[in-house]
């Protein structure tokens, strides 16, 4: 069974958030911040974290029904901690803050609004097989 | 042995301005305070503008999400979550020194050096003659200490149709900020409606700030960092440690910081004053002529309960309702932002249907500007992949609008002082805060005239955020001012009755809260009471 480790975590979760490789320093922050938030008391939350850790395929859509379903959840806590992360990083910043959107990346922005519903569909079912 | 002729408890607003009331006056003055500070964080940060930060300094995560990340890791909905990590000293220790318990309401108290207004939000407003008659307040003696007020701490703003709520008849008014792109769209449709929305009752304007915008007495104009939630160090903000700061170079003037008041007596011309050392909870007494408690509306209220050995109190509370109504201006959405500007408010929008300005409900608006987006993507209820483009799109047209409405008094809103042994003053403040059917209505009906002005001026409101009842950080009327010498009141100069030489400088007197921000008023009460204690000294 794939558990990894913190750092391996903070790569698997930052590749999902903006598709980047993240170095040693941000991963390690990772891992600290981690480390304050402990890993969650609630046994049906975290079994979701680590589905989604052992099926990177499923994280979107366990993100997408946990944002809805579980906001508080581990999984959800995780991810967040991972995107201030990044958004505190100098070299992915931009990614963070507003710039002008050409009308390709306009178009673009239909498509993550479609597919976050398509995700969250398909997470209510994975919910499902995973309890 | 007199410490000192007068003592003044806390450093706040009202305690800063009390003070400096009493020494310009020639008195002596004792503060004593906890005045817990920043002592990490300022040493961190760049003098760099918020975006320069952003894109160059591989440490800022150190100041932006805090060294035990505590700015994400902290639930949104807890006390002092909006704080930024450099500011969160503004809430250090209170949980332990003053203990809340409460189904419903849910304040942010401090016990900092310069108190609450370590954080404000400077926004400034002046009472119309009817609302400070309401609060029980002196017409002329308030509209005299406004304008002394105002010359200490420098504002800015501009004449337009706010400033009648704003800083009205005051002069010497600076310019004001630069308007944000987004609340430009907004404010360019209210010029458009401008007739429809008078008669609609609003108003909109922009704010006055306690932030210079031209320098002077030492202090620089802003730069536009667009840094204000996280540092001072142009000092273009007025913060109440400034004061504190120069007073401290006088020598009628002692600061006995990490003293927390307990309680006071009043015996054969003197006040003690019973102070707890923070750490090791020793006790010590002081003692002086006059006592001005400018603790903060709850914590004074605390002092006055323990002090006052009479049957166990209720204390009346108001507090403004409040409401976080996020606005979207899609012109604006997917669009850069100007390099340089505040986070401050933008605008003001207020509501004054009978045109009298008696009753009063006041939004500001904020861009989002110098807040992180991890903040707004924790409130969406998409997957994290998807949510950061979309709202990195959203964020430069989105307006944040704080509303908040007036508040009387009412049955369901008070505090008193209840045994816990298990707290440094073996007690805890136990409030209960609960609107009428009636004041629901009234603030529900307001938020949809705000709803459909905002639709009006072009910025579509996305939804309403409740943070709950204590939120809006504005207090006061535990201690109503009375022209009848009754319990836990006040008489009209701030004395406590029942008492000959305690006066009380905070909000605690007032007996009615107008929506417009209370310090600016709260600090001309405390130059007032002030300068009423320097005459009985005299
Ligand atoms: C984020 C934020 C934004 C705000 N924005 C605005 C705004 O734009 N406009 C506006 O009008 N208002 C605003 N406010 C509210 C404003 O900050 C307060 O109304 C004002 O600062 C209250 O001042 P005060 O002196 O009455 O009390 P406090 O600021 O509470 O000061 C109390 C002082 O007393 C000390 N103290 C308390 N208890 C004890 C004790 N037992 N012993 C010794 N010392 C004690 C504390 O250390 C502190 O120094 C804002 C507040 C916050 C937090």
Not at chain 1, 68 to 89: F, G
Not at chain 2, 34 to 62: N, S
Not at chain 2, 408 to 413: E, H
Not at chain 2, 414 to 426: F, G, N, V
């Amino acid at each position: 069974m794939y558990e990894p480790s913190a750092e391996g975590e903070a790569r698997v979760f930052a590749k999902y958030l903006i598709g980047r490789d993240i170095d040693d320093t941000c991963a390690q922050l990772y891992a600290r911040a981690a480390g304050e938030l402990g890993s969650g008391q609630d046994v049906r939350d975290r079994k979701i974290l680590a589905f989604a850790l052992r099926h990177v395929w499923a994280l979107g859509p366990l993100d997408a029904i946990s944002a809805l379903r579980r906001p508080k959840s581990i999984l959800r806590a995780k991810l967040l901690l991972m995107s201030a992360i990044l958004e505190a990083r100098p070299e992915f910043s931009e990614k963070f803050l507003p710039a002008d959107h050409s009308g390709m990346e306009r178009a673009a922005l239909l498509y993550y609004a479609g597919r976050t519903v398509a995700r969250a569909i398909a997470g209510f079912a994975l919910l499902g097989v995973i309890a | 042995m007199i410490d000192s002729d007068v003592i003044v408890v806390g450093s706040g607003a009202t305690g800063s301005m009390a003070a400096q009331t009493i020494i310009e006056g020639g008195g002596s003055v004792l503060m004593l305070d906890v005045g817990r500070t920043d002592r990490h964080y300022a040493g961190l940060l760049p003098e760099q503008d918020y975006l320069e930060i952003r894109r160059t300094d591989p440490e800022q995560h150190r100041y932006l999400l805090g060294e035990s990340f505590e700015s994400v890791l902290a639930s949104s909905s807890s006390t002092g979550a909006q704080l930024t990590p450099p500011r969160r000293h503004v809430v250090a220790d209170v949980d332990r020194f003053l203990p809340i318990s409460s189904p419903n309401f849910f304040p942010m108290e401090s016990l900092a050096l310069g108190g609450l207004g370590s954080a404000w939000g400077l926004g400034c407003c002046v009472f119309s003659g009817a609302e400070l008659k309401a609060a029980r307040l002196p017409v002329a003696g308030m509209k005299a200490a406004y304008d002394v007020v105002a010359a200490r701490i420098g504002i800015s703003g501009e004449r337009d149709d706010a400033q009648p709520y704003t800083f009205s008849y005051l002069d010497g008014i600076q310019p004001s900020i630069p308007l944000d792109p987004t609340a430009a769209v907004v404010y360019k449709n209210y010029a458009r409606h401008r007739n429809r929305m008078h008669g609609d009752g609003f108003y909109m304007g922009r704010p006055a700030l306690a932030l210079l915008t031209e320098s002077r007495d030492g202090r620089n104009a802003t730069q536009l960092r667009d840094m204000d939630f996280y540092s001072d160090a142009e000092r273009a903000a007025w913060r109440p440690w400034i004061t504190i700061e120069t007073l401290r170079k006088h020598e009628r003037f002692q600061y006995a910081g990490d003293r927390f008041v307990t309680r006071f007596e009043e015996r054969e011309g003197e006040v003690s004053v019973v102070t707890l050392a923070m750490g090791d909870l020793e006790e010590r007494t002081y003692r002086c002529r006059r006592l001005i408690l400018a603790s903060g509306t709850l914590g004074t209220a605390r002092i006055v309960l323990r002090s006052q050995r009479r049957p166990a109190a209720s204390l009346p509370l108001l507090c403004n309702p409040f409401a976080y109504i996020p606005c979207l201006v899609p012109a604006r959405a997917g669009r850069s932002m100007p390099e340089r500007n505040t986070g401050l408010a933008q605008l003001e929008l207020f509501h004054d249907p009978g045109q009298r300005n008696d009753d009063v409900a006041m939004a500001s608006i904020y861009s989002y500007r110098s807040l992180m987006l991890f903040r707004l993507l924790r409130e969406t209820p998409i997957d994290l992949q998807d949510a950061r483009p979309l709202m990195r799109a959203l964020m430069s047209g989105l307006l944040i609008m704080a509303v908040q409405y007036p508040e009387s008094r009412s049955a369901g809103k008070y505090l008193r002082l209840e045994p816990d042994a298990a707290t440094p003053t073996r007690d805890r403040l136990h409030v209960n805060y609960e609107l009428t059917r009636d004041e629901n209505a009234r603030v529900g009906w307001r938020e949809k005239l705000y709803l459909r002005a905002m639709r009006r001026l072009g910025a579509w409101p996305l939804r309403r955020l409740y943070p709950g009842h204590g939120s809006s950080i504005h207090y006061a009327g535990t201690l109503p001012f009375s022209d009848m010498e009754k319990p836990y009141t006040l008489s009209p100069d701030g004395r406590v009755w029942g008492t000959n030489k305690i006066f009380v400088a905070d909000g605690s007197g007032f007996a009615y809260l107008p929506a417009k921000g209370l310090t600016l008023s709260l600090m001309a009460n405390a130059h007032r009471v002030a300068a009423g204690v320097l005459k009985t000294t005299a």
